[in-house]
């Protein structure tokens, strides 16, 4: 399988955000900017891939300063980096003030898809290959991500293990 440029797999798109897009103090609902960089995110993956994807993890979405009402953002995703079958998506979100054209870097997330055949089950993906220095630096540092993801993992299905699955309301 022949590796590819990670500028293959970037995406793109802009949102304007309305009232209606808000939470009570007048900014972006955090859970809808969520299924904004999910969405993007699965569309790099399967531009990388070419194949169906499926979401196995969102590291974190750190919330750097509130997107306004009457606001635009502007989502970025590439693959920054692969395994067999995984890929690592770098989303970074950039809110633009529409009537001073003033920028701010939002909001960044990781997240992990896999690439999934049609019968199913996990197939192996392409390579990446950084060119940019922001791409290097995100490549260079994804298999410290990569570990780490795989032992939260560990703790989260240990964790689980230790749960019940009673019915609260019979409690």
């Known amino acids: 399988m022949e590796a ?8 793109v798109t802009s949102i ?3 009232p209606n897009d808000t939470n009570n103090h007048g900014t ?3 859970g809808k900017l969520m299924m ?8 790099a993956a399967m531009r990388h891939a070419r194949q169906n994807v499926v979401t196995a993890s969102i590291d974190s979405v750190d919330f750097l300063v509130p997107i306004k009402a009457g606001s635009s953002v502007c989502l970025e995703a590439m693959v920054t980096w692969t395994h067999r079958t995984s890929m690592e998506v770098f989303v970074k979100i950039v809110t633009e003030d529409l009537l001073t ?3 701010q870097l939002c909001t960044t997330s990781f997240l992990t898809f896999v690439a999934i055949g049609e019968d199913g089950k996990a197939q192996p993906v392409p390579k990446v290959i950084p060119e940019s220095e922001e791409e290097k630096a995100l ?3 994804a298999e410290k991500r990569y570990l780490h993801r795989k032992e939260r993992k560990n703790n989260t299905k240990d964790f689980a293990s230790k749960l019940t699955l009673d019915k609260p309301w019979e409690r």
């Open 16 to 18: 304007h955000v309305l």
């Open 28 to 30: 972006f609902f955090g």
């Open 101 to 103: 054209g003033e920028r």
């Open 139 to 141: 490549y260079e540092s």
């Open 4 to 11: 590819k440029k990670i500028s293959e797999s970037r995406s």
């Open 36 to 43: 904004y960089v999910d969405n993007i995110g699965a569309i």
